[in-house]
């Protein structure tokens, strides 16, 4: 008898769900920046179509389901979450992955998650290997948010009585070579940074006061903090604002520092990024330690006459012969005995950037260790031909 109908997974098929357990939710952008280069967007829906239908053997169902919101100008966006059997192929490939959530977030907060979800994209784009390589060899681990929430206790300062809090992280990045926990707060604008009611958790200032309470307070088990007791492992826990533009940047950095004061717990430090620059940001942090935005090498164009170039040219041969023959001389008189004489080292990164420097501007297309050949007598030129001669 045939076998059932249906399409045959691919290796391809096989990592985009694995990410999706990473992330939880992703739009077809998305997918199709990470593992479908080179590919249409028509190609990209037809096979994420295709993956919302049951596979071609026995047992295998689904293994993505087709969500979607509005956004503000009417127009549906499609997103894509793992369905059960899709769950199942994910969770082999990515062990540390955490229970699935019981329901779905509503339309209102998936684009939310899908804004922080460009910064998980640029992540995995930059730091994976290729597009067919496991997920789980990532040098970084990224929960997204869940069922699960961080329970800790907060002392009542008026009452005296200890009142039970609940943190809710978007996302929860660990950063194994780095002894790393950022606690990922996507903050779109909608909530305000300070407020007087301390019903209004959403607030910037209120989720700062909790976590630093979470960081910096003891447990009630009197294992270390409520962080510490929550993640036993010796990662150093950091708070990470992710803000949708500079000026809100600079607002929300000003009022972390107000806050925590001048000198903050040494547990306790505060990261904050816009969207634009998270995933730039984060790479450099994983890779270097450094959580600033990479600097962008500056360039000059520099109009320079030919026959300039050609006096620096034959000046740099003559320097370096110069100095390789001054060298002999040295050596050869040590080598004689009687006072020794000793010629300052030169940093040899300072002449190579210097021969690099000529040979890109003349185009000399010469070998990185071969001589720039003279295409003129190597006279010294008069002093006042020279355009540095009286500088």
Known sequence: ?????????????????????????????????????????KQTYRRLGTLCEPGGQAGEGPCLRRLAYRRRDGLEVPVWALAPFGRSIASRQVPWLRPPASTDIGARFLEHTLVLNDALVGLVLALRVNSAAPLHDLPFRWLSEDDESLGFQVLHARTGR??????????????????????????????????????????????????????????????????????????EPRLVFVVHSDERRGKVQRAVKERLGMLPPKEFRVLVMTFAEASGVLVRYVREGVAEPARPRRERVVRVDEAVLEEVRNGFNALTDALRACRQVITDHNQRGGQQLDLPAMSGSAIRALRGFVVTVQGAGVAPDEPLRRSVPTHPPPASSAPWANR
Do not use: C, N
């Open 1 to 41: 008898m045939p076998g059932p109908a249906g399409y045959v997974r691919t290796l391809r098929d096989d990592r985009l769900l694995a990410y999706l357990g990473i992330a939880r939710y992703a739009s077809a952008e998305q997918l199709h920046r990470l593992f479908f280069d080179g590919a249409s967007k």
């Open 162 to 235: 200890w009142l039970q809090s609940v943190l809710k992280p978007d996302a929860i990045m660990t950063i194994l070579a780095r002894r790393r926990r950022l606690f990922i707060e996507a903050e779109t604008g909608s909530q305000s940074i300070a407020t007087a009611h301390p019903d209004r958790t959403g607030a910037v200032l209120s989720k700062l006061d909790r976590y630093r309470t979470y960081f910096t307070d003891p447990a009630s088990d009197g294992h270390g903090t409520w962080y510490r007791s929550a993640f036993p492992d010796d990662h």
